[in-house]
C-alpha cells in the first residue's frame, strides 16, 4: 500500500519567482519517492529593484502578490497539505523587503522566510545527490542565482565546504560585481578543491538546464568544458534578438544566461573539473525535502 503527500515550495528568487508541487510517494520498506506534479514559474526580475535601487518597487510588489494569489489557487487546486516560501538575495537587500513580506501575507495569505545565504546553500545541497554523487568522489556544487551563487564541495557523499557569494546574473548584468569578489571566489575554490585530484562540477539553476537541453544529451550525461565554452562564445556572440529568434530562449533568459555561463567556466577552471553534470535540482526541490525530513 502507499501513500502520496502534497507538498509544494515556492521560490523567491532574484530573476524569477517558481512554485514546485511536489508529489511524495510513501510506500513501507521503501525510501520515499520525490516526483513533481507541476512547476510554475513567474519571470519578475526583483533583483533589477533590489540591487539598483535598494528596494521593491510599487509594480513588481502589485506583480507580486498577483502571483502569490495565483500560486495560492493553484495550490488548492493540486490540494497540496504543506508549502514553503522562501526568499533570497533579492529579499534580503531590498530595505522594503520585510514590509513586502507582509504585505504578501495579508493580500494574498502566503507566508514567505527570508533566508540568508548560508541557510539557502543548506537547503539546495539537502536535495537528493546521492544519485548523482560517488562516494569516493568530490564535486562541487554550483548553483548560479539573480543575486548570488552557492557553492557547495562534497567528498564521500558529504557537504566538508559550503559558501555563498554575492556574484548573480542580475548583479552581473548591472555591472556590480568588481574584480575583488570574482577573486575571492577564485580563492574559495582553489583553496578548497587542492586536495582533490578529480574534481567534476554539479550545476543547477534555469541557465545551466537550458544549457544542458540545447546539447540535446540524455540526462546521466555531462557536458564538457569545451561544449559549455563554445556554447558562452556562440551566445556572445549573438545579439540579444537572435538568442530569442535563433535560439528560442525566453526574453528574461536570453540576457541572463551569458553571464551565468561565465560563472559555471570560471568554477570549471578554477577547480581544474572538465565536466559538469546538470540534475535538475534547485532551491524549490530542497525546499520539499527540507519540509518532509523536518529540517525547516
Known sequence: MITIKKYAAIDIGSNAMRLLVTNI??????PPQFNKSSLVRVPIRLGQ?????????E?????????????????????????????????REAYNGREVVEIIKKKADIKIDIIDGKKEAAIIAA????????TDKAYLYVDVGGGSTEFSLFYEGKIIASKSFKNGTVRLLNNMVNEVVWHEIEKWIKTNTVPFEDITLIGSGGNINKLFKLSEKQQDKPLSYVYVSSQYQKLNSMTYEQRIAEMGLNPDRADVIIPATRIYLNAMKWSGARHIYVPKIGLSDGIVKAMYYGRI
Open 25 to 30: 510517494v510513501e510506500q513501507e520498506g521503501q
Open 49 to 57: 529593484d533590489a540591487f539598483t535601487v535598494g528596494e521593491i518597487t
Open 59 to 91: 509594480e513588481n510588489i502589485d506583480r507580486m502578490i498577483d502571483a502569490m494569489k495565483a500560486f495560492k489557487l493553484l495550490m488548492k487546486v493540486h490540494k497540496v497539505e504543506k508549502y514553503q516560501a522562501c526568499a533570497t538575495s533579492a529579499m
Open 127 to 134: 536535495s537528493d545527490l546521492k544519485q548523482f554523487i560517488s
